[in-house]
Every structure is written in structure tokens, then in C-alpha cells.
DNA sequence: CTTTCAAATGAAATCGATTACAAAGACCTT
DNA sequence: AAGGTCTTTGTAATCGATTTCATTTGAAAG
């Protein structure tokens, strides 16, 4: 592994002189300059970066955290990180937590070590103080999942507000008795913002709930179709589940063919995130599209500017999002 | 941000004691060890990895280059990986190529820098002739696709002899006229044996082929479904359909109950990896399920060994795989 | 009372780059 | 010819850790 040094010795100049071949720098003679070119191409030599990033203290590196990359919604968030990040010759390291506080605990440790020069969390196990720690110290950002009692920046969408525009489908086509179905953690405001918003769509019209205590399980299709199964059996009047995900909505679709039941002519069902698996479910599923990529642009823009500058001030970012009518809800 | 520097000046000692602090190296006396942890403790130090990783001359980092996250197939594999990983200390990175030749080139620069002690390809762009430089120079290995002619490390699963499988099992329930459809990059290795597979399956019983050039479009459900609607337009004749992925055969199927065929009556079709999408389809999809979790830990084995000696030689590993049969080919 | 060895600590080199500063030469300008 | 600017290069400091080597101290052994 040739270091600078092996070639200015090679080229007969100081390091310094490679150093400024090599970053373009300053001026250089013609002569020298391809002098050290030449030496660089026989030693094949390659910069150590980690000598660079020490003496720049700056390593171009972003942390994206995120539960886990089987989840093909987060697809699109981080490619609009990652396009960002490259324009502005940053690259971005991804890692997964699968909930697990030690395992996010030992990534952040890449920012606090300075190994990243800001990270961004697309679903964070972190505690809020803990967060609130980080933002003083590091540049973060949070997208989809955020804290609202944290002043840390975010770039979401108003969970709250979307949920109600899919309850009032459900209740505008006349359904009286409808379902909550959701796993995985409770404790992430898009679950909670989508429940509230499930809860008072019907207290204000004095309607039943009908749901399932989240369990802690993950995001499956067999664990929606359980629930839609458990919610059936004890209130065959259900007629239609809002459900938390696409995939959720797939497991109660599939409980309810196997019931016999027609869709949407019988039930009714909605999913969210407008993912792959709203397609492939027969009947196709009413869900909501958000615009994931520009979540993820818009959070990676704002933490560039907060490494470059730390005194700015921290951003709270609503996205667009709308209703895809499918056939799930759609007579 | 603090420095050991700024810790062993409040401590009243040496860097290299606080360093001895801090890794548990070498004689501390008690008195020292809790002066030092204070100090630590008031300026709330972090040690600087850079430092550490340049002084060190290792990283204890591993960049994991795939296509791109949205694959849900590769999200076990990369489990896999950092499950070996974390055990030995290991930073797993995961960057997304999006099958960009310059974007993986980039991500490579990591490797090329030392910023990351090796690498593993699950789904290569980088030319065989590169691939074979790489090996010479750093520790590498590849997991699921791999180059036939290259000296480098692989570990995936026979295509050809699953594909064959899958086709007999078409051919076992006496279809004559069976399509293939394939969307995506036809250069890889999988879609290379998958449709050798196919062709001489049919070849030996004089069968005829049903096939459109793939296009290089990326895996769609959408891409699958126009495919099909053409092959079956063209050739009404076709009763059976062998596909590369479950998405692929998701949207045949589509196309399928579009024409009202009963499935698996009238026709039957088989998908590839038994990702959720094989159990959200109606019908369900037979599919090949490969042990991915393993071929990962396998892949990150290999690659610690290889780290540690570098003359280590490579290893050539194919893993098991069974047949998970399902409604779209289960009479 | 010397010798020996282990424990405890610090000074300085080192990893591989960048960059501030200094200096020297070439080329004009007046 | 003196002074100024621009080009070109090198020396050495620096980034923040680890580690080798040397030194000191104290206790045990002879």
C-alpha cells in the first residue's frame, strides 16, 4: 500500500507538491506535475482517506439509521438522501437497528466518534432525551418517524390528517362498524397520529371502535390476518379496517376472501404508503402515497446546511401526500 | 469537541495514559484510572475514530455494494452479514448502486481508500476484469451473483439445478407450451443459469420456446404483466409460465385473471426467492426459497478470514435451497 | 544493603494526509 | 539596478489517536 510519501519520493518532490498534484490545489510546473502523475500511476497509488478526513475534520460521510431495509418504503426516502448527498460530494452509509436500542447505540457512535458528519433517522429507537442530547451536539435530522416534543428538525407528513381523509372514504361510503388493525410499535407517531385519527373520526360521529391492543410483533401480513381474523370472529358487523400499512391491509384482504366476502361490495380496507404490495393485492389497495423521495432530499438539504453552519435553526417539514383510490375501497 | 489531549491535561497525566484508560491496555494504577474517567466524564470525550482507525491501520468497517435496498430478498442476506459482523466488532455499511457503474466505482473508493477494511458484492456492476484486480488487491467476496470466471470469493445457490426444478415441476403436471419472463439486467449471473435452465429443460423433451428478449427495465410487476399479455397474445397456446422473481410472477398472474383464467387450472405459474410478495399474491406463489441468511454469514466468514490472512484462498460455496409449493402451481 | 523485577507513567514517534509559511527564481516595471 | 509580483517548491506543523521505549518508584529477594 504506497503512501504519499513513497511517491514524492518516487517523483523526486516533497509531499507537499503530490498533495497539490493530487487536489489540484496550486500551482505546480507542467514538468513536475506529470512527474508525480507518472509515479502515482506506477505505484497505483491510492489516498488514504482516513489521513485526509482526520486533517480536514470532515469525513463527507452521512448516517442514514433505520429500522430495517426490508421495509420498501424507506426505499425511496433514501434515494432522495442519497441524491441529494452525491450532488454535494457527500456519501451515505446506511444501517440497520431492526429496533434494537444497542445496535443504534453502537452506529451512533460512528457520528459521535466523528466518523459521519451528521446522521439522519428514518426510524429512531432513541429515546427523546437522548435525541435532544444528540441535536445540541451533532447535526441530525429525523424523517417519516419524529419526536414532536424534540427540538430536533423533521420532514414528515401530518399522519393525522392524511388517516382522517381515509376514515371519511370509509365513513362517506356509509360504513359504521370499522377496524383498527396495526402492528408493530406503538410508541412511533405515525402509529399513534393514525390511530388518534382513527379514534376521533368516530367519536365524533358516536361510532364503536373496534381494535386490537398493537402488539410488538412486526410489520406481517400473518399478524394483520390474525387480528382481522380475532376482530371478526368476536364483531361479525365490521364491515370495513383502516389499516396502518400496505401490507397489514393484504393480511385483512386475505382473511376476508377467505370468509367469502366480496371487496369492496362486503368490506372495505385502506392501506398506507402506497408500497409494491398494494399492487399485487387482488383487489388492488386504496392507500396513501406520500412523497417519499422528496422527504428524503429535503431532510438531507437541511442537514447540509446544518454542517455547515450550526447555528442553524432547526426545520419542522409537512410533505404532500394523497389518497390512491384502488379497488379495495372503490365500487 | 474534546481531545484526549484536553482529557490528560484536566487528569494531570499523559495521552498515553488516558489512552491506556480508555482500551484497557497496560497498567493503570486505581488513583490514575478514576482521575482519567472523570476528566472523561466532565468534557464529555468521545474518542475520535479517525485517529484511531489511522493510527490502527484498520477500520473495522465492511461496505456491503448492492443494487438497491428495495429488493426485499436482500434484506436476509444483509442480516446475515451483520450478524457475523457485530459478533467480531464489524461496522456493516450499506450503500445502494442502483446498478450505476460510476455510483459503484464511488462507493469502491471506499475500498480503494482504506476506509473500509473489505467488501462484499451482492449484486455486481463493476466488469469481471475489475472484480479480479480488486481480489488481487483487497478483500472482497461476492454473495448471490457472481462472475463464473473470476478468481474472487462467491457464495449463492445453484440456479441452474433450482431452475431445472422448478421447470420439471411444470413439466411434471404435463405443460408443453411453457413462457419465461424476465425483466431486469440479462447480464447477471442468475438470470443467465435460470434461463439456461429453462431452455434446455424444454430442449430435451423438443419443446418449444416462449420467450421475450428481457428488456432492461428494472424487476416490475407492471414490465411482467405487459410480457406476458404479449406472449399470450401471440401464443394462446401458452398454459404455464416460469418467472426469475415472485413480483414477476405476481404480475403474470395478474395478466392471467385479466383473462379469466383460473389459476392453477388453467394455467400455473412459478416465482423465484419467496419474498412476502409469493404469500400477498392471489394465489399464493410456488417459489424457490434460498437460505440467505446464510449465504451472508457465510460470505462475512469468508471475508473475516481473508482480512485477518491475506492468503487465504477464495471459496466457492453454494447453498441449499428448497421448493415451497403453493396455490399458483398446487392442484 | 544491594539487586531484581513488576507496576506505573511520560516523552516522542507514528499512522497518512493537508496546509501555513518560507523561500527562491523568473519576469516585469520604472 | 532596485523593487514588485507571480510561479514553483519545500519544510514543518497539524489533525487525534496508539504504541514503543525509557524512566521512575517501590517492594521483594538474596
Redesign the pocket.
Known amino acids: 500500500?504506497?503512501?504519499?510519501?513513497?511517491?514524492?519520493l518516487l517523483a523526486?518532490?516533497?509531499?507537499?507538491?503530490?498533495?497539490?498534484v493530487?487536489?489540484n490545489?496550486?500551482?505546480?510546473?507542467?514538468?513536475?506535475?506529470q512527474r508525480v502523475n507518472d509515479a502515482i500511476e506506477r505505484l497505483n497509488?491510492?489516498?488514504?482517506?482516513?489521513?485526509?478526513?482526520?486533517?480536514?475534520?470532515s469525513t463527507q460521510l452521512i448516517l442514514v439509521l433505520l429500522h430495517s431495509v426490508d421495509n420498501p418504503f424507506f426505499s425511496k426516502i433514501i434515494q432522495g438522501i442519497e441524491e441529494v448527498a452525491h450532488q454535494h460530494q457527500y456519501n451515505v452509509i446506511i444501517c440497520n437497528t431492526y429496533g434494537d436500542l444497542d445496535r443504534e447505540q453502537h452506529y451512533l457512535n460512528m457520528l459521535k466518534?466523528?466518523l459521519v458528519d451528521g446522521a439522519i433517522f428514518i426510524s429512531n429507537t432513541t429515546s427523546v432525551k437522548d435525541m435532544e442530547w444528540l441535536e445540541k451536539h451533532y447535526p441530525i435530522a429525523q424523517v417519516v418517524e419524529y419526536y414532536h416534543d424534540c427540538s430536533s428538525a423533521y420532514f414528515s407528513i401530518d399522519f393525522y390528517k392524511a388517516s382522517t381523509d381515509m376514515m371519511n372514504i370509509l365513513l362517506d361510503a356509509g360504513h359504521k362498524h370499522i377496524g383498527f388493525v396495526h402492528t408493530g410499535s406503538s410508541s412511533i407517531i405515525s402509529a399513534q397520529e393514525k390511530f388518534r385519527a382513527y379514534v376521533e373520526s368516530l367519536q365524533q360521529k358516536q361510532l364503536p371502535l373496534y381494535s386490537v391492543y398493537p402488539t410488538e410483533v412486526l410489520f406481517g401480513f400473518s399478524e394483520a390476518k390474525a387480528q382481522a381474523e380475532y376482530l371478526l370472529n368476536k364483531h361479525p358487523e365490521i364491515t370495513a379496517f383502516f389499516s396502518t400499512s400496505d401490507m397489514l391491509a393484504a393480511g385483512i384482504i386475505d382473511e376476508l376472501l377467505v370468509r367469502g366476502k366480496s371487496i369492496p361490495e362486503d368490506a372495505m380496507v385502506t392501506g398506507f404508503d402506497n408500497t409494491d404490495y398494494s399492487i399485487i393485492s387482488t383487489p388492488m389497495i386504496t392507500t396513501v402515497e406520500l412523497n417519499s423521495f422528496d422527504l428524503g432530499s429535503k431532510a438531507m438539504e437541511y442537514l447540509l446546511r446544518k454542517i455547515s453552519d450550526k447555528k442553524t435553526e432547526p426545520e419542522y417539514y409537512f410533505g404532500d401526500y394523497r389518497i390512491v383510490h384502488r379497488t379495495s375501497t372503490k365500487k
Open positions: 500500500m504506497p503512501t504519499i510519501e513513497q511517491v514524492a523526486k518532490v516533497s509531499v507537499a507538491t503530490v498533495s497539490r493530487i487536489n490545489s496550486a500551482y505546480v510546473s507542467d514538468d513536475t506535475r497509488y491510492q489516498p488514504n482517506a482516513l489521513g485526509k478526513m482526520l486533517r480536514k475534520e466518534n466523528h
